[in-house]
């Protein structure tokens, strides 16, 4: 034999569902949109090996599924939906041992209309999502990680870039005063959860983690004077940890997305750098990508 099958894994991606809540009360509607994957893992092998279907739900049956569990159950928040899937698919079938879920939270913002929260319009306000990545494992739990992508910012002073390496590579010059723009992707783990029913003990904090993160990177992002994307986004990460107290780590990507100076002066002498800059251009790439994770210290075992 001069093959193996190394790792398999199966399901259905670009599952898009739509749930519509209806207060019947009060007649105020909510909707949530989500795109779900929903991939596989366990003892499938002879599916790839063997051209043996007898072990595939197949990936159609998948979807049918999400459905079906979006109709019974909560989708929000997404930590408690995806662990709900994953639980169901690993519960159901005797030969799958891992379900890998991710989410995919698109906004639908309620409109006001006339000053006041319209009843059943929204808005797309930003291609900003709310995601999650729930790994739910047969004797192990439920590892999930939460994670805002997408959230475009900018800043047009408060960001200086200066004291890096400067060798006979190096043109760039130093800057106190420069625009500051990203796209956050900013993800936080929590600590595994033993089961389902551990999820659903609290699933406000769910909800409580996503503001709060969302609020710090906006925070340190407008107020901090940042020294450069590694910095701002160290503090930001420090301080998700500072007040999540179940989330173990929390990564950030972020994109530094470049507005040159144009220098004009050939022109007339138009002043149009350092303290004159008005008109930039913005650079569609190539882009800086600034990336780390922060964990909590590891405490030394006596
Ligand atoms: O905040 C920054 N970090 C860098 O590492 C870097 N490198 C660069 O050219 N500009 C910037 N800005």
Redesign the pocket.
Known sequence: MASKLGAARYGKDNVRVCKVHRDEKTGVQTVTEMTVCCLLEGDIDVSYTKADNSVVVATDSIKNTIFILAKQNPVTPPELFGSIIGTHFIEKYKHIHVAHVNIITHRWTRLAVDGKPHPHSFLRDGAETRNVQVDVTEGKGIEIASSISGLHVLKSTGSE?WG?VRDEYTT?PEVWDRILSTEVDATWKWKLFSSLSEVKVDTARFDHAWSAARKITLDFFAKENSA???AVMYNMAEKILEVVPQVESVDYALP?KHYFEVDLKWHKGLKNTGKDAEVYAPQSGPN?L?KCTVTRPTTAKL
């Open positions: 870039f890096f760039l450069s994307v590694q530094n800086g600034i």
